[in-house]
């Protein structure tokens, strides 16, 4: 059965926090929603990843005692790096992504980060109208990767990604 969320009068600023673990059903949950669990990402493996490098910089965003948005963000020394980032479907365009995107981006730039990067699936490209909305642009470059660690296994699931 639907659960509706109600998170009563009166709550509706978004509050962001770093990610606890208290939290990661429900991330999983949104992530699964949002369509951000590919065959290749365990969001539990993802997860304890991110738990053992800078954690803070995994940002949760509550309405109430509801969580409806996340971004996962780092910098290694060159670049920053934002994944995961996702509001919930009943929650979009009230300026929650862009504020999310705010807050990270002030951590990074905090950190001494120049620049920030991030990859959007081919599967996925009506996400890029966001990103311009929020500063970003297109750069000339080809996006490559190569696998250090397998992921695949009965937990994951897909239905798009890159
Ligand atoms: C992308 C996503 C996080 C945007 O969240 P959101 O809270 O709806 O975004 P906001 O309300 O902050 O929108 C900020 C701006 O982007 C624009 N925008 C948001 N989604 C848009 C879309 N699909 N197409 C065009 N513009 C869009 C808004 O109109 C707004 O513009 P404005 O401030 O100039 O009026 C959300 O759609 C989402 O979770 N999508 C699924 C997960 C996903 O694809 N994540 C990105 C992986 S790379």
Redesign the pocket.
Known sequence: MPVTWSWGPGVTELEIRSYEESDQEAVVNLWRE???VTPWNDPVKDIGRKLRVQRDMFLVGSLGARLV?TVMAGYEGHRGWIN????AAD??????????MQEAEGRLRAMGCPKIN????TS?T??V??YR??GYSVDDVVSMGKRLEEDEGPAAESDAGS
Not at 118 to 121: A, G, S
Request: proline share 0%.
């Open positions: 949002c369509g951000l948005a995961y980032l996702a509001v929650c979009r365009n009230r300026g929650f992504g862009r504020r999310l991030l990859q959007v699936r996925n009506d996400v109208k966001f909305a929020v």
